[in-house]
């Protein structure tokens, strides 16, 4: 019974009664209740909602995400950094660079991601109750069939994916460099953004990037030399195994 109602949080008591009778198990509906209870586990109601984890675990292959970065030069200007990340592969898409994001620019980085692709392939929208997110800016994304789903007030952690890559930016490139401008800053984020998506190991993904170039080299293949490529003037390197020609 037990296992029954952990496998199926939508079955009442009674129904988990139906079920235990076609396997031969003929019990009362307070027995049903009564066990249950004492095994505190709630009624099907409060057990059939999805905790945000849970959500998040079962959508992920539909949900992408959205976020802004700001940055500072060293002249005090600030710029802001539109991207947006799928849940799924971690794969980040760059939106723009802009000093100023109203919503008639915001709302155009929406309608340049969607037409990136021939169908999207998502099915939600996470994005926080920031005001630069305009009615125009949701209906690009409900016009495609997705759900716009926003986090509670002050809860970064709710769209954690896209708070995790920044605070990743961060420590490993924006922290240990000077932005002069608003072309200094978007190159080399797009270089930035590469290395993310097409060479930087990623624990969820179980080590692999989220858009690997090349297949991985086996395991136990020690053949060719260790190559190194230095990205974004050093700060960062990449190591790949030489290819046979």
């Known amino acids: 019974m037990i296992r029954l109602a952990e496998d199926n949080p939508t079955w009442g008591y009674r129904r988990i009664q139906g079920e235990l009778k076609h396997l031969g198990i003929a019990i009362a509906p307070s027995t049903a209740w009564s066990i249950l209870r004492s ?3 709630d009624p099907a109601p409060r057990r059939s909602g999805l905790s945000w984890k849970e959500f998040l675990n079962r959508q992920a292959a539909g949900i992408i995400a959205c976020d802004f970065l700001t940055v500072d030069t ?4 600030r710029f802001y950094a539109f991207f947006f990340i799928e849940i799924a592969t971690r794969r980040v898409h760059l939106a723009g660079v802009t ?6 620019w915001v709302t155009q980085q929406a ?6 692709w021939e169908a999207f392939p998502f099915r939600f929208l996470i994005r926080d109750r920031d005001v630069k997110y305009v009615a125009a800016f949701d209906e690009v994304f409900r016009s495609e069939g997705l759900r716009i789903v926003r986090t ?6 709710a769209n954690a994916f896209a708070e995790r890559f920044v605070g990743t930016l961060r420590r490993e490139w924006l922290d240990r460099i000077l932005i002069f401008g608003r072309g200094d800053l978007e190159s080399t984020l797009r270089v930035y953004v590469e290395h993310y998506n097409c ?3 990623h624990r ?3 080590m692999e990037p989220p858009a690997p170039p090349n297949p991985p080299s086996p395991v136990d293949d020690s053949s060719g030399r260790v190559l190194r490529r230095d990205v974004l003037g050093g700060l960062i390197h990449e190591y790949e195994r030489e290819r046979a020609a």
């Open 199 to 201: 060479h930087r190991p």
């Open 74 to 77: 060293v002249f005090l200007r």
């Open 152 to 157: 509670p007030i002050k809860a970064p952690l």
């Open 39 to 41: 095994e505190g586990i």
């Open 204 to 206: 969820a993904l179980d």
């Open 111 to 116: 309608r340049n991601l969607v037409s990136t």
């Open 99 to 104: 000093s100023n994001p109203d919503a008639s």
